[in-house]
């Protein structure tokens, strides 16, 4: 066993793992009237997707850091040994679900000393710095090894030295036993669960968790997009936000050319998450309002004649959507780094379900990471109302309407180009979610003429919007979903739509922000068309600015709020876990 020695003080670790400081998210409780409710088949399946779903937690710290099983061991045999420092460590660890996570106010959180987080986590050599990197696949492209290449450079691949060059190893391969398991137990719940498409879907991805094939992959990912009318949730989510290593590529001349020449598209590697639901049909139903509206929403975006999107003007739309009621979350969707996910729109472009069977997407919304069910969290809300926003302003928060923007969010990720936007590289990610957001609050005045949303609930929805992009610190480039909220905060400022004082308050011209919102669209999606890093680069630098008077604001947020980290607790898995 390696030893460690652990970085933070007790004062420190004291502070991070008090309540104030590292809120809850509490999944379903085992007596919830959600599972009580089930039949007797899905209860059994429940355990099975629960037991198929944790795996992804030793399988996603593997691909984050090197350091994280070894030091997770060092802390539970430290922690028999009775060290305090190492529980309290530990408490972090599960909650970050690794040694390195940034925390709320974008300082990285390192829990053992020594232990770095690395631009390429650990899917790529501990050693391997960006510029050797670059080298070894312009040689290994000047020698041929096309296929090789593309393979070091794909969305599914871990990768390793050999010799004076680079192998890859798909994630099946190098995962062989712990994917193994997770089939055998999809299979399980597929011979019990009451629903024929659930378990179709289930048999699917369980084949494609036993070989290194990413057409299996497609075809159970095409199944899931499908899932509309189940009872259960279960998802393995492939997104590709961390790393920071494989799409330098574009970055540097000689290398892009030679990419370019053997039409070799470089896409970041996925991580791996794991959701377990049950659907929630009241909730289910609201949100299926949205989609007689898509095809107007499609009709709608800046340039549609430019590009292909997901979303059809004039055919009925391929997208499925459902609100679930959580019973846990794993990997790489259950990581509470800074915040955690409220909704999730996958496949992403990039998979092969999209690309080459032509499937839809789906929409999977999490109600117990949105819901404000005490009377503290609201008490806390208030506060940080009173602290940030224009007391005029404050008859228009609603934070059901968040839950609506996020709708509006999520289906904005099936609008607009619908490939051709890996040549941005590293500024990808934060220029999509740009898109996302601004698709959801472009689109209101045209969904509210169509009778989507009332007048009301258009003014609620954009005051809540602004209100809930403000932030308590800087983020780091690494941090997509943070940085396009601080260009659209900068963005808006520049036009008029919102003010902030010398004292850290915010204003917002109701009547500018759709049509401000609009105008950003039209530049992100003329940024996406593109395809070149440089522009890229150009527009995210343009609006990526902290002004004094955000750092006033949040420096109001931080005198209100205390919260730098967040865990997750799920009683209901832990209980079907004992089974």
């Known amino acids: 066993m390696r030893n460690y020695e652990l970085n933070l003080s007790t004062e420190e670790l004291e502070k991070r793992t008090h309540k104030d400081y590292l809120t809850t998210k509490k999944m379903l409780e085992s007596d919830s009237p959600e599972y009580l409710e089930l039949a007797d088949g899905d209860k059994e399946a429940l355990k099975h997707l629960v037991k198929a779903a944790v795996v992804l937690d030793k399988i996603n710290m593997q691909l984050d850091n090197f350091h994280n099983l070894p030091f997770k061991e060092y802390l539970e045999k430290e922690i028999e040994n009775g060290n305090e420092d190492a529980k309290l460590t530990k408490i972090l660890f599960d909650a970050q679900k690794g040694v390195c996570a940034l925390d709320r106010e974008s300082h990285m959180i390192e829990l053992a000393k020594g232990v770095k987080m690395r631009a390429g986590k650990a899917l790529y050599p501990e050693d391997l710095e960006k510029e050797e990197f670059h080298k070894i696949l312009i040689k290994m492209l000047n020698e041929g090894k096309k296929e090789e290449v593309e393979k070091i450079l794909n969305q599914r691949s871990v990768i390793e030295r050999n010799g004076d060059e680079l192998i890859a190893i798909d994630y099946i391969d190098k995962f062989k036993d712990d994917f193994s398991y997770m089939a055998d137990e999809l299979d399980k719940a597929a011979n019990v669960s009451t629903n024929a498409d659930f378990n179709e879907f289930l048999k699917l991805q369980a084949k494609a968790l036993r070989a290194p094939d990413s057409m299996l992959d497609a075809y159970a990912d095409k199944k899931w997009a499908t899932l509309q009318d189940t009872p259960l949730e279960f998802t393995i989510t492939r997104e590709n936000y961390s790393d920071e290593m494989t799409e330098t590529v574009v970055e540097n001349p000689e290398l892009k050319a030679l990419l370019d020449e053997a039409g070799i598209v470089p896409v970041a590697k996925d991580f791996l998450g794991g959701r377990v639901g049950i659907i929630n049909k009241k909730g ?46 794993t990997g790489d969707v259950g990581e509470f780094r800074a915040g955690i996910t409220l909704a999730e729109n996958l496949p992403n472009d990039d998979k092969w379900s999209i690309t080459k069977l032509n499937g839809g997407r789906r929409n999977v919304y999490h109600r117990q990471i949105r819901l404000i069910t005490s009377d ?204």
């Open 376 to 579: 503290d969290a609201r008490e806390k809300m208030q506060k940080r109302l009173d602290a940030i926003l224009n007391k005029d302003l404050h008859k228009f928060y609603n934070d059901e309407a968040d839950h609506w923007f996020t709708v509006g969010h999520e289906n904005g990720h099936s609008l607009g180009p619908k490939s051709g936007t890996e040549g941005l590289g590293k500024y990808k990610s934060i220029i999509e979610e740009n898109k996302a957001d601004m698709v959801s609050l472009s689109m209101l005045d045209i969904l509210t003429d169509a009778g989507m949303y009332t007048k009301e609930q258009r003014e609620q929805i954009i005051v809540t919007y602004a209100a809930d992009n403000m932030m308590m610190s800087k983020p780091t480039m690494s941090q997509a979903h943070r940085v396009r909220s601080v260009m659209q905060n900068y963005f808006f400022i520049k036009e008029g739509a919102i003010t902030i004082s010398k004292e850290g308050v915010l204003d917002i011209n109701i009547e500018k922000m759709v049509s401000t919102a609009r105008k950003m669209l039209e530049r992100i999606v003329e940024v996406q068309l593109s395809g070149d890093f440089e522009t890229g680069e150009k527009y995210v630098n343009e609006y990526f600015v902290w002004t004094p008077e955000m750092e006033t604001l949040a420096e109001n947020i931080k005198k209100v709020s205390k919260t730098l980290n967040g865990k997750v607790e799920a009683p209901l898995a832990d209980e079907l876990l004992k089974d």
């Open 284 to 329: 289910t139903e609201a949100i299926l309002n949205v989609k007689k509206y898509l095809p107007l929403m499609a009709q709608n975006m800046p340039f549609n004649d430019k590009y292909e999107q997901n979303i059809s003007p004039d055919k009925e739309s391929k997208q499925t959507m459902v609100d679930a009621d959580l019973v846990t979350v």
